[in-house]
């Protein structure tokens, strides 16, 4: 069955430095997501991105934050200048624009620990 | 804003039933979702209900809706060991895009054999 793979499962990082999480979705796929969880709170939605622009962000998703489709199958969140505060569980979603209900296909996730 | 609000853990015996309940802010959503997430995994969508609908049965699970209420319940029948994990209720964002879920917390689901 078709998965989508995220990469590292977990990174260690200093603050201050920039991170870059990456992501394989689904291939034949063309909707794509990050979504964050810190720890022991909710599952939060960043941005969708589709037609390699973004189509929606959320208020955490602020100019420290981007994201970027480089070839046709990985999809990058990068996040610049580190803060402790994003210490968090990142995952990764694909959908298929022609699924009705947006069956949203998630990653195993990256543990971002920021010390 | 809307928000979503579950029950943190649950405890059942196997081979009993299992009611995972939610409780949702915004009336207009059109879908709301059900996502287990077993220990280093990602989020699994289990079953999903459209707003329209009050009752929805897929094999062991029952998704039941209350829209007055505002409440959305998952039911496991004959629950096993392998159905322990963390059960997210979300909600599609009103006017979001495809993937803009707000979820919940997140149930912990514990089966005793």
């Known amino acids: 069955e078709p998965e989508v793979t995220q990469t590292p499962s977990h990174q260690v990082t200093q603050m201050g430095q920039e991170v870059i999480l990456r992501c394989v979705p689904i291939?034949?796929?063309?909707?794509f997501y990050w979504y964050r969880q810190i720890l022991g709170q909710k599952v939060e939605f960043l941005v969708s991105f589709y037609n390699n622009e973004i189509s929606e962000k959320s208020e955490i998703f602020d100019d420290q934050f981007s994201v970027e489709r480089p070839d046709g199958s990985n999809f990058t969140l990068k996040i610049r200048s580190t803060k402790l505060e994003d210490s968090a569980m990142y995952f990764c979603?694909?959908?298929?624009?022609?699924?009705?209900?947006?069956?949203?296909?998630f990653g195993q996730g990256t543990r971002l620990t920021v010390v | 804003g809307e928000d979503v609000e579950q029950s943190l853990f649950l405890s059942v015996r196997e081979g009993d039933s299992s009611v995972i309940n939610c409780t949702y802010t915004d009336s207009s959503s059109t879908y709301l979702y059900w996502y287990k997430q077993e220990p280093g995994a990602g989020l699994q969508l289990l079953t999903y209900i459209f707003s329209n609908m009050d009752m929805k049965q897929d094999q062991r699970l029952t998704v039941l809706l209350n829209k007055k209420d505002k409440h959305l319940s998952l039911r496991i029948a004959d629950t096993q060991t392998g159905d322990s994990a963390i059960y997210f209720c979300a909600e599609r964002k009103n006017g979001g895009s495809q993937g803009n879920l707000i979820f919940g917390k997140g149930t912990k689901l514990s089966v005793k054999p």
């Open positions: 979603a694909s959908s298929d624009p022609g699924t009705g209900i947006a069956e949203a296909f």
């Open positions: 291939s034949n796929h063309l909707y």
